[in-house]
């Protein structure tokens, strides 16, 4: 896999990325996979731009949501159906039926799970996965522990989880949803191509545990490492944690060339 480390703004080098891959598409519908956070505003701020600038079009573009809160109306302000809403679906020309978020008001959750899985193959599969990566190294809402096979289902969140994300609700971790819908980490790694981003000190541990700590199922970043074509693209301060030889090759590579992203193969 590669870990880029961009001094450039993440959300802008993913959209232009995304733009990229859906130009060079070679098939349709063209399946992306999306997630929410705020390491990924910016990303959705500089895709609604390309839309309303003619350089890119959600017609026909079909989407997946990695993940939603169990228990959240779409309309309630934390939900990701409204994250979505707010931050690209008002604004792209996205078509409603191409659009994927688990419904977390599901009267049953398991059922709802095993459709999400068949309507992805029923599209064709993703070709593009987007992710963002928690504190403690999970993706989308697989937690520690998860199986790197694991598929749609629910997910009990961890205490630090729940801390981490009572930003968004208050600063009460009680009134962050005890459980969660997840896309698996093997629903994940299926796709074509993955691309997850990292900023901020707060994710340099998992960065770090990414590059140098062995592939194991306790750090669900690491499932990364197992996929043909998977890229981590992190800010300065999400790299500040890297040691031993990778920090070599970064501060070689930065010192040569300032101003350029440094690619690494880890
Ligand atoms: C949540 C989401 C994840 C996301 C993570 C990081 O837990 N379920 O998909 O990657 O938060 O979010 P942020 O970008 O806000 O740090």
Same mark, same amino acid.
């Given at each position: 896999m590669k870990l880029i480390i961009s001094k450039h703004n993440l959300g802008l080098w993913a959209a232009s990325y995304i733009c990229a891959r859906w130009n060079k598409r070679t098939k349709e519908p063209f399946v992306l996979g999306l997630p929410t956070g705020g390491t990924v505003e910016d990303m959705y701020a500089a895709l609604c731009g390309l839309v309303k600038n003619g350089k890119m079009s959600f017609k026909d573009i079909v989407t997946?949501? *990695?993940?939603? #809160?169990?228990?959240?109306?779409?309309?309630?302000?934390?939900?990701?159906h409204y994250y979505m809403k707010h931050n690209l679906f008002d604004h792209v020309d996205a078509q409603p039926q191409n659009v994927h978020i688990l419904n977390g008001m599901a009267s049953d959750l398991n059922a709802e799970c095993q459709a999400y899985?068949?309507?992805i193959k029923q599209a064709g599969g993703i070709d593009l996965f987007l992710g963002g990566v928690g504190r403690n190294g999970h993706l989308a809402f697989n937690e520690p522990g998860s199986?790197?096979?694991?598929?749609?289902?629910? *997910?009990?969140?961890?205490?630090?989880?729940?801390?981490?994300?009572?930003r968004f609700f208050g600063g009460d971790e009680n009134k962050v949803p005890a459980k969660a819908?997840?896309?698996?980490?093997?629903?994940?790694?299926?796709?074509?191509?993955?691309?997850?981003l990292a900023s901020g000190t707060s994710k340099a541990d998992a960065v770090a #545990?990414?590059?140098?700590?062995?592939?194991?199922e306790n750090w669900p970043i690491t499932a990364l490492r197992?996929?043909?074509?998977?890229?981590?693209?992190?800010?300065?301060?999400?790299?500040?944690?890297?040691?031993g030889t990778v920090k070599?090759? #970064?501060?070689q590579a930065l010192a040569s060339q300032p101003d350029k992203d440094v690619i690494l193969t880890l």
């Amino acid at each position: 896999m590669k870990l880029i480390i961009s001094k450039h703004n993440l959300g802008l080098w993913a959209a232009s990325y995304i733009c990229a891959r859906w130009n060079k598409r070679t098939k349709e519908p063209f399946v992306l996979g999306l997630p929410t956070g705020g390491t990924v505003e910016d990303m959705y701020a500089a895709l609604c731009g390309l839309v309303k600038n003619g350089k890119m079009s959600f017609k026909d573009i079909v989407t997946f949501n *990695m993940d939603e #809160y169990v228990g959240l109306p779409p309309e309630h302000d934390q939900s990701y159906h409204y994250y979505m809403k707010h931050n690209l679906f008002d604004h792209v020309d996205a078509q409603p039926q191409n659009v994927h978020i688990l419904n977390g008001m599901a009267s049953d959750l398991n059922a709802e799970c095993q459709a999400y899985e068949a309507a992805i193959k029923q599209a064709g599969g993703i070709d593009l996965f987007l992710g963002g990566v928690g504190r403690n190294g999970h993706l989308a809402f697989n937690e520690p522990g998860s199986a790197f096979t694991s598929r749609t289902r629910v *997910m009990e969140l961890t205490p630090s989880t729940r801390k981490a994300n009572s930003r968004f609700f208050g600063g009460d971790e009680n009134k962050v949803p005890a459980k969660a819908l997840t896309v698996g980490i093997g629903t994940v790694l299926d796709a074509q191509e993955l691309l997850f981003l990292a900023s901020g000190t707060s994710k340099a541990d998992a960065v770090a #545990y990414l590059a140098h700590g062995e592939i194991s199922e306790n750090w669900p970043i690491t499932a990364l490492r197992t996929h043909p074509r998977a890229t981590l693209l992190v800010d300065p301060e999400a790299a500040s944690a890297l040691a031993g030889t990778v920090k070599e090759q #970064y501060q070689q590579a930065l010192a040569s060339q300032p101003d350029k992203d440094v690619i690494l193969t880890l």
